[in-house]
């Protein structure tokens, strides 16, 4: 990903230097030229291809804090289960009791 803005910034610096050493160009425009066709697209582009690693890592933030959250506040063995869930199998997993004959 960085070798594509490293690039892209390198082509349009030349395009500045180009234009800033014209004998019809300006150091001004030079330095427009860099910055509307090499900085701030780039950045642009950066920001949007970061976008799914700030998710990630802020995914990866929470679980962790609430990692943390429930392992600081968990029971300990010799407590009973204070969790609103049922302890074991749920209902269909479990075997089925078997009828006795009368």
């Not at 291809?49 to 929470?62: D, N, S």
């Amino acid at each position: 990903m960085y070798l594509i803005v490293i690039g892209w910034l390198y082509v349009t610096l030349l395009m500045a230097l180009a234009e800033a050493f014209s004998s019809q160009g300006s150091v001004l425009g030079a330095i427009i030229t860099f910055l509307l066709y090499g900085l701030l697209p780039m950045s642009l582009v950066v920001y949007l291809w970061g976008t799914p690693l700030r998710r990630k890592a802020i995914r990866r933030q929470e679980q962790e804090q609430a990692t943390h959250a429930q392992s600081t506040t968990s029971a300990s063995p010799l407590q009973p289960n204070a969790s609103s869930h049922a302890t074991g199998l749920p209902e269909e997993a479990a075997v089925t009791p078997m009828r006795e004959k009368p």
